[in-house]
Structure formats: C-alpha cells, structure tokens
C-alpha cells in the first residue's frame, strides 16, 4: 500500500498563507529546495484541490535558471496529479485528471492500488484527509516568521498521534519536520 504524504510549509504559528492570503514568506531557499527535490522523488501522484492546482501549474512550463527549480519542474512534470474541484472547468496540465468529488474511499483505493508514494497538498484537501485519517506522513516546514493569523496547515479538531521520524535544520532558519502518523 502507497503511504499519503501530507506535506506544507507553514509560519511558526502554523499558517501556510497569512490573514492576506500571502505566502511570499514561504519561498524556500536553494538549500530548502534541494532538500524538498529529494522528499518529492518518490511520489508518483499529487492529489490537489483547485486552489493548489493553479498554484503548482506553475510548473508545468517554469523555465527557471536555477538548477534546483529546473530540478523540481521535471520532478513535478513526470508525477500523475489528480485536482479535485467542483468548479475548474478543466485542467491545462500534462498527466493531470480532474474529479469533481474527494471521497476518502476513492483514495483508499488509490492508496491500494499505487505502487509509489502520494501527495496532498493544500490546506483544505490535506485537512480531509487528515480528518479522515488516510495520512501516513506529515512534513511540516517551519518558516522562522509568524505571521498572526490566515490559513491554517493543520484543520481545527483533528487529534493524532505521531511519532517523529526526522528533523533537520536549515542555515535559512527553516526546521523540517517528519512525523510517521501512528494511529
């Protein structure tokens, strides 16, 4: 069985965008990004609300100089994504299929049947399958800022144990986090 990789980059007190909406904050380094390009590897398929969708497309056509930008778009170009939204009329994605419903069940099966690692990413469709308790890994970024208020990485009423599997410290001032979710 796949594991489900929640993984998000989020302000000291938790936020993964400010009461504004703004995640400028959050732009990782070379050295954070290296280190993201290597956690991003096995995954096969990133499942994504519509919100995360427009703002990983990006990906899709990034012709950034940097080497480990350029890394991550082929890292990102060669998994299959999944975007559940109820209002994005289509998607403009390569190896992108678009589900109108996110239903537990459907990624259950998904789970089942993948033979590598899933993603999810965004607060909303993360915090669902949070809540559902399909999650085996969580990856928190910490940013060395805090930011008072907006858009929470982890949903209000979600209660799990977890057990720490990794931390590593960045010069830039970020911590990562991996917990495997043991109940």
Request: negative net charge; proline residues 6%.
């Given at each position: 069985?796949?594991?489900?990789v929640?993984?998000?980059?989020a302000?000291?007190?938790?936020?993964?965008?400010?009461?504004?909406?703004?995640?400028?904050?959050?732009a990782?380094?070379?050295?954070?990004?290296?280190?993201?390009?290597?956690?991003?590897?096995?995954?096969?398929?990133?499942l994504?609300?519509?919100?995360?969708?427009?703002?990983?497309?990006?990906?899709?056509?990034?012709?950034?100089?940097?080497?480990?930008?350029?890394?991550?778009?082929?890292?990102?170009?060669?998994?299959?994504?999944?975007?559940?939204?109820?209002?994005?009329?289509?998607?403009?994605?390569?190896?992108?299929?678009?589900?109108?419903?996110?239903?537990?069940?459907?990624?259950?099966?998904?789970?089942?049947?993948?033979?590598?690692?899933?993603?999810?990413?965004?607060?909303?469709?993360?915090?669902?399958?949070?809540?559902?308790?399909?999650?085996?890994?969580?990856?928190?970024?910490?940013?060395?800022?805090?930011?008072?208020?907006?858009?929470?990485?982890?949903?209000?009423?979600?209660t799990?144990?977890?057990?720490?599997?990794?931390?590593?410290?960045?010069?830039s001032?970020?911590?990562?986090?991996?917990?495997?979710?043991?109940?």
């Open positions: 069985m796949a594991p489900l929640y993984s998000a980059i302000s000291l007190d938790g936020y993964i965008a400010d009461a504004d909406g703004s995640f400028d904050w959050a990782p380094d070379e050295e954070v990004h290296a280190y993201v390009n290597n956690l991003e590897r096995p995954i096969g398929t990133y994504y609300g519509g919100r995360m969708y427009a703002t990983m497309s990006y990906w899709e056509t990034a012709d950034d100089p940097a080497p480990v930008s350029r890394e991550y778009a082929e890292i990102w170009r060669a998994a299959d994504k999944i975007v559940y939204s109820r209002s994005l009329p289509a998607v403009t994605t390569a190896r992108t299929r678009l589900e109108r419903e996110f239903t537990p069940d459907g990624v259950a099966q998904l789970k089942q049947s993948s033979p590598t690692a899933i993603s999810i990413g965004g607060a909303n469709l993360g915090g669902q399958a949070l809540l559902a308790g399909l999650v085996d890994e969580i990856h928190l970024f910490l940013v060395p800022v805090v930011v008072g208020g907006g858009t929470r990485a982890l949903p209000d009423g979600l799990a144990r977890l057990e720490l599997a990794a931390e590593r410290r960045f010069a001032g970020f911590v990562h986090l991996h917990y495997q979710v043991t109940n």
